[in-house]
């Protein structure tokens, strides 16, 4: 409540000075952070249980529980090879979760958990909350740990006979892991802050050097949403 | 699609007014201009315009009364303007994208009904009061909001921004892909938002000193999450319920979705259920394997959470080519995440010369602004560009320039400056040039 009453006071001083302080009286404004409003209830710890379900790469998170690699291959061939296939390597456009390796420089990179991803945690965090695509939240915590478990080991990261846990989870190390930086652009593109030409600005003719219309897999009129 | 030349070029025109014809004073700009001038004009008998001699159906008969349409929908002569998707680029709809129409609409406020969509579990249907919003992790006090305890709190707040998906011109790495603005552009929308400063919930909860980073979730069955530096928390990031005046559309996240000015479209994220602060990111699936930008070396950037100034030309555009000579206008949408647009240069030739287009309306930071060239056409071919520049001196890049730093798998963050082929007879198409 003291901040409330430095807002009042603020206001005061401000009109008793009047117009000459005005500058003075600026500086003097209360802080933006508003006082606490008393809205809303305190969140109980079964309904923070329910929804927070995040793990960190750490194992911050994870759930007690585990499942193990051959689990883990029989829950998959019933849940999840039918967009995904048998070994991982997708049906149609289904997402592709195994191999990929060594292939992140290649003209066509196939970034998997294998190849590409950087944490454990975030297999298990995200089959947990989002997966089999329709029909979320339907795994237990063991059937998650030994999914995991089964993709880890199609892509070469851990052995047959592995079992993931809460306890080992936060320990996995991935393959790619080092592999990601964070955003340097005001760095690396600092070239791109810079006043840019306006007159004669290239030399000879301009050619045409790709056309859309070549590859010509633009939607036309019909295949898009009707309307009434 | 054919060009027409109902009205004769009136000589007196330059060939390109507007400062644009030092852009043009070429030889075969110059032919072409003497052509036209030397062009005798047609005398046919002018006939009268039905359209105007004979009495229309609307003039004779009732319209519909105020009851037909409780809540309205564009005239039925505006059934193209729509979004659309393009079906090969996902497995399915309920995990895909679809595109605005920013070739039909004018101004920079996108109206709601044709706002992209992009889901990653389909459209949620959540019952406003059943919806919650947790606030957890290290926080004085967590706490747990109803819909209307939002909306009793102080500082509410009104503001536009644009909001891009970070694959916006993603296809369009590798070369010129799709055929249309609505398709390399359209992964966005700029509306205005009503809501409260998502630092205002923060406080009502009270941040532990150790709270570094926000994580935020959805209500939906992709249940999306996206981890923000608390920095952007307490700056200008806004827990939202309205968009264009009402509440938000179901697909943009009703009944609460967090608004990330200027950053990439997924952090924003829609059905808003729980904020956990925590002391680092948890590196979600969709900041991990989704939302880096793998570079030429194999390695990948991660949190490039601004989306930097771009800029495209909206018409003409290959979905809106030039009908007629003489006078036209260009016109077209700039933004940046980064600050507010100070200008946006336009060439016809292809990037030798540019000049400086109009804005007309308010060029607000993390907003759409738009920007006009008028300009005479006398069906000289046209190689249109537009680059944006930001309060921060900022310049929008080639996507050669892109491409240099970044190689061509980034799929993310692709802001290089489109060129659109406008040919003699006014069908434009979307190409890449030396």
Redesign the interface.
């Known amino acids: 409540m003291s901040r409330f009453r430095n807002v009042v006071l603020a206001f005061g001083l401000a009109a008793a000075l009047a117009s000459p302080a005005l500058p003075q009286a600026k500086k003097m404004q209360p802080p ?3 006082a ?2 008393g ?5 109980l710890p079964e ?2 249980k329910a ?2 379900i ?1 793990v ?3 194992g911050l998170g994870a759930p007690v529980g585990k499942g193990d690699v051959k689990k883990g291959e029989e829950l998959f061939l019933a849940q999840c090879a039918a ?1 995904h296939g048998e070994f991982g390597e997708a049906v ?4 592709v979760l195994v191999g990929g390796k060594g292939s ?2 290649a ?1 066509n ?1 196939e ?1 998997t ?1 294998g190849s ?4 454990a ?2 297999a298990f ?2 089959i947990r ?2 997966m089999p ?2 029909n ?1 939240r339907s795994l237990s915590d063991d059937d998650v740990y030994a999914l995991t478990a089964f993709l880890l080991n199609m892509n070469e990261v851990v052995k047959d006979d592995f079992v993931l846990s809460n306890e080992n989870i936060g320990k996995v190390k991935m393959p790619n892991a080092g ?7 005001t760095t ?2 600092k070239h ?11 030399t000879g003719e ?8 070549v ?5 036309d ?1 019909k ?3 009707k ?1 009434e | 699609m054919g060009a027409k030349d109902e009205q004769p070029s009136p000589s007196r025109r330059g060939l390109l007014r507007a400062g644009l014809a ?1 852009a043009a004073v070429t030889a075969a700009g110059g032919a072409a201009l003497a052509q036209a001038k030397q062009e005798p004009a047609k005398q046919e008998p002018a006939k009268p315009d039905p359209a105007i001699t004979d009495i229309q159906d609307w003039n004779r008969y009732l319209g519909s009364g105020v009851e037909a349409a409780p809540y309205g929908k564009p005239s039925k002569f505006e ?2 303007v ?7 680029l ?2 399915g709809t ?2 895909s994208i ?1 595109f605005t129409p920013i070739h039909e609409i004018d101004g920079i406020i996108t109206p709601s009904g044709v706002c992209f969509e992009r889901h ?2 389909g459209v949620a249907e959540v019952d406003p009061a059943k919806h919650r919003l ?4 290290l926080v004085d ?5 109803t819909m209307d ?2 909306k ?4 509410r707040v009104n503001r536009p921004y644009f909001l891009e998906c970070a694959a916006n011109g993603g296809m369009e790495w590798k ?6 603005v609505q ?1 390399t552009h359209g992964m966005i929308h700029n509306v205005w938002y009503t809501g409260i400063p998502l ?2 919930l923060l ?2 909860a009270g941040v532990k000193p150790n709270g570094k980073w926000v ?1 935020v ?1 959805g209500a939906d ?3 999306m ?1 996206r981890s923000i530096p608390i920095e952007k928390a307490l700056d200008d990031c806004m827990i939202a319920w309205g968009m264009n005046g009402e509440a938000l559309r179901a697909e943009q996240g009703y009944p609460l979705r967090i608004v990330v000015p200027g950053w990439e479209g997924n952090m924003w994220v829609k059905w808003l ?2 904020i ?1 602060i ?1 002391d ?1 990111p ?4 969709e900041e ?2 989704k939302y ?1 930008d ?1 570079l ?11 989306m ?1 100034a771009k800029s495209v030309v909206t018409n003409p555009s ?1 979905q809106k080519p030039l009908k007629y000579k003489g006078p036209n206008v260009l016109t077209g949408l700039a933004w940046s995440g980064r600050g507010a647009i100070k200008r946006v ?1 336009v060439s016809i ?7 400086t287009a109009r804005i007309d309306g308010p060029a607000m930071p993390l907003c759409l602004t738009r920007f006009y060239v008028d300009f005479d056409w006398n069906g000289q071919e046209l ?1 249109v560009q537009s ?1 944006a ?1 930001d309060s ?6 080639t996507k050669e ?1 892109l491409r240099k ?1 970044r190689g ?2 980034s799929i993310y963050h692709n802001n290089g400056i489109q060129t659109w ?1 406008v040919r003699a007879n006014g069908e434009t ?6």
């Open positions: 933006a952070e508003p606490k409003t809205l809303g209830r305190p969140a309904e923070i929804w927070d995040d960190r790469p750490d967009c149609g456009r289904w997402p992140l420089k003209d990179p970034k958990i590409y991803w950087p944490d945690s975030t965090d995200y909350r989002a695509f329709g979320a592999a990601f930086y964070d955003d340097d652009r690396a593109e791109f802050w810079a006043e840019p030409c306006m007159k004669n600005c290239k301009v050619k045409v050097t790709g056309r859309a219309r590859i010509d897999v633009t939607p009129g295949s898009g949403p309307v | 030092g059934k193209d729509i979004r659309r998707n393009v079906g090969w996902t497995a309920e995990s679809n990653h579990g947790m606030i957890n992790g006090k967590p706490l747990v909001f305890d939002l009793r709190f102080p500082g070369g010129a892909q799709l055929n249309g398709f630092k205002t406080n009502e994580l979730e069955s992709a249940a999450t259920r729980r956990e925590g680092q948890w590196a979600q699936r991990t394997s880096t793998l030429a070396d194999g390695r990948a950037r991660r949190h490039t959470f601004v930097d290959p240069d030739d292809g990037g030798k010369n540019w000049q190689m680059r520049m921060t001196g900022y310049v929008q890049p320039a730093v061509l798998n082929l198409e979307n190409v890449e040039i030396s």
